[in-house]
């Protein structure tokens, strides 16, 4: 039977049975919990991470539901793989420092990369004018080498100092962050669209496939925003997650 060390913060808005869950999706990801192994039955888990049994079957029920799981008479509870999906909470963090966390290697092909006129929509979000120097980045980025999202940002030029060698083999939030930038809040939108040719030609899916769209705007501690992005993922592949709080 099989556990893996696991950490629950109890003063945090997040519940235990989503943080345990998260946990073991990682454990299950990274190989820790191998493909046919099983695991230690509900009241042995919860006596292990020192939670209640009703929080463990709510953490095991959400991996079920995921696919991660499956429950055998006879058997117990028994991992069946990676569902393939990226999953990904809804925080100020880049893709590049989630797919890190969830043992999953990034790789970045960079496709532009340089100065060009902020369109209306570029200027809006950056609070320039139309027509001013903006930082443009165009990336492919894969996972385990599968292509997984294309992704556009535009910066002002200030903003970062870097060059396409060391943007393929670092996430942006990682360089803003070195350069001192501090990240503070940011405005998404999600929706859905279908591929172009070309989009589902860099992102191996067929034309008009269902796409994930999503824009954001960050800002830094003084208010200021500081990058714009507009992304595409692959819907068969990546997700959107967040714990709803009852306040």
């Known amino acids: 039977m099989s556990t893996v060390q696991v950490q629950v913060d109890r003063n945090s808005r997040t519940p235990l049975h989503v943080q345990l869950a998260q946990q073991l999706e990682a454990a299950i990801q990274g190989g820790e919990l191998p493909v046919g192994s099983r695991l230690s039955n509900e009241v042995d888990l919860a006596e292990a991470y020192g939670l209640s049994r009703p929080t463990v079957r709510q953490a095991i029920a959400r991996l079920v539901d995921q696919g991660l799981l499956v429950r055998k008479r006879g058997v117990g509870t028994q991992v069946v793989g990676s569902s393939g999906q990226v999953r990904r909470s809804l925080e100020l963090t880049s893709l590049y420092d989630d797919l890190t966390a969830a043992h999953r290697k990034p790789e970045t092909e960079v496709l532009r990369f340089g100065i060009s006129p902020a369109t209306a929509e570029v200027a809006?979000?950056?609070?320039?004018?139309?027509?001013?120097?903006?930082?443009?980045?165009?990336?492919?980025?894969?996972?385990?080498?599968?292509?997984?999202?294309?992704?556009?940002?535009?910066?002002?030029?200030?903003?970062?100092?870097?060059?396409?060698?060391?943007?393929?083999?670092?996430?942006?939030y990682q360089l803003l962050r070195a350069e001192g930038v501090r990240l503070k809040v940011a405005h998404q939108t999600i929706s859905a669209t279908p591929a172009t040719v070309e989009q589902a030609r860099l992102l191996s899916e067929e034309p008009g496939s269902p796409l994930l769209a999503t824009t954001r705007i960050t800002y830094d501690d003084h208010g200021q925003p500081v990058e714009y992005g507009s992304h595409l993922y692959r819907a068969s592949r990546y997700s959107f997650e967040h714990t709803l709080v009852h306040r």
Do not use: F, S
Not at 132 to 152: I, T
Not at 155 to 169: F, G, H, K, Q, V
């Open 124 to 172: 809006t979000a950056l609070q320039c004018e139309q027509g001013d120097r903006v930082l443009r980045l165009e990336r492919l980025r894969r996972a385990d080498g599968e292509p997984l999202a294309l992704m556009r940002n535009w910066l002002p030029p200030e903003m970062l100092e870097t060059d396409p060698a060391t943007l393929a083999e670092r996430g942006l």
